[in-house]
């Protein structure tokens, strides 16, 4: 004779509720499922947060310098640019090859003077940069090349104290040699746009110049360039590209980057970090789950009266286990269901939760100038809350089975000697 399901569910339900001298075992299973629900917030929110965080520096990165970059041995490029940038456009999984000119120079203006970054694109190549046109803030580009003019990063713009159509001043040390020695270049330009899109090492610190003039300022002779930007028909097939065209080019003095390559050390950070912080963060699932042994072993020594009435009755030893499993797992399951809905939740509105703290804090979360980053995108991965889920509710099983056997190995008559 077994009891059936519906009996063992009800029995389970009746022995989780709080009773009085059962107290400190519901107070346990309170923080186990407290836990629980935190561990898996935590890890939806952290994992949403680094994807987030990755795609937004791919973006910025392969969309200001191009998924392939080819170089020069020197200091620009070898031999006709026009040529090279020809031959590579031949290349299957290639959809363009434009020329760039670049250099640091000091920005200064009215006795500020910072470090910065020129990039001289073509007017008809930086119209399809869309991370650059798509975020632009004040004036238009539809002039760039037409006359002079450059275009900064906002956060640079404010920090040298610029406004639309002021002069900017553009120091360079590549400068001419005279008889008192080196002098420096120093060239004023208009500032006709500004951009932000997000990240401070771009919005703080990156000029854009039209190609021709780019050249004239850091001496680069006409049609030449210091680099090949290469766009290929997919962020994935970068690295196979970059490989295509070493493989045409040899024996030419080039190097070439796919742009994981050119920021290899960021990414392989960002891996590491998010590998850590998974397995830390699932470590507060574990000790969570160590807390439904606790509670459930108090629970078992608490009932053993009547686990021996019902053995007595007929009760099988597996019915009796089902019993015990299905009290710990209503508590992984109840804990998992609110981590799971909290964790989306707080992924989605990650940024009204920390405006809010700052406004409540007057403290900056989010220091621009030390992050990557203004701002905390998200993006959560369906098969990794799936397996964040899982992994709680099978950390909740085991932690169910030791005690359910204990409770399962109770002998009736040594249980009911002193009753």
Do not use: C
């Not at 077994?2 to 509720?17: F, I, K, Q």
């Not at 989010?366 to 998200?378: A, D, G, M």
């Amino acid at each position: 004779m077994t009891l059936p399901t519906y009996p063992e569910r009800l029995l389970a339900w009746r022995y989780m509720r709080s009773k009085r001298r059962e107290g400190f075992v519901s107070v346990i299973t309170l923080f186990s499922i407290l836990g629980i629900m935190l561990g898996v917030a935590t890890l939806i929110l952290v994992t949403s947060l680094m994807n987030g965080i990755r795609e937004e520096m791919i973006k910025n990165f392969a969309g200001l310098d191009g998924q392939v970059t080819v170089y020069g041995m020197g200091s620009s490029l070898p031999g006709e640019v026009d040529t090279l940038a020809a031959d590579i456009r031949a290349i299957d999984g290639v959809i363009s090859a434009e020329p760039r000119a670049e250099g640091q120079v000091m920005a200064s203006n009215n006795g500020r003077a910072l470090g910065a970054q020129v990039f001289g694109y073509t007017p008809d190549y930086l119209k399809t940069k869309q991370r650059i046109i798509e975020n632009i803030k004040e004036g238009s580009v539809e002039n760039f090349g037409a006359e002079q003019g450059i275009v900064l990063g906002q956060r640079l713009m404010e920090n040298l104290g610029l406004h639309v159509g002021d002069m900017l001043t553009l120091i360079s040390p590549q400068g001419r040699q005279t008889v008192v020695g080196m002098v420096p270049r120093i060239k004023a330009y208009p500032v006709i746009a500004t951009f932000a899109v997000g990240q401070h090492a771009l919005d703080g610190g990156v000029i854009l110049m039209p190609l021709d003039d780019a050249r004239v300022y850091f001496t680069i002779p006409e049609g030449g360039a210091t680099a090949l930007e290469v766009q290929t028909d997919t962020l994935e097939s970068a690295p196979e590209v970059a490989m295509r065209i070493r493989d045409k080019t040899t024996g030419e003095m080039l190097r070439i980057y796919d742009w994981q390559q050119s920021n290899g050390n960021v990414f392989a950070a960002l891996s590491m970090q998010r590998n850590v912080m998974f397995v830390i963060l699932a470590l507060i699932i574990l000790v969570a789950t160590f807390n439904i042994i606790s509670s459930l072993i108090m629970l078992v020594q608490g009932k053993t009266r009547e686990i021996a009435i019902l053995r007595t009755m007929g009760a099988t030893r597996g019915a009796v286990m089902r019993i015990f499993l299905l009290a710990g797992m209503s508590i992984g399951i109840f804990g998992t269901a609110l981590g799971f809905v909290l964790g989306l939740l707080a992924a989605r509105y990650i940024e009204t939760l920390r405006h809010f703290v700052e406004a409540m804090t007057g403290q900056e979360i989010l220091v621009s100038n030390i992050y990557f980053l203004s701002s905390l995108p998200t993006k959560t991965d369906p098969a990794e809350v799936v397996a964040i889920v899982l992994l709680s509710l099978a950390l909740s099983f085991f932690a169910t089975l030791y005690p359910s056997w204990k409770a399962a190995s109770i002998h009736p008559a040594e249980a009911l000697r002193y009753e």
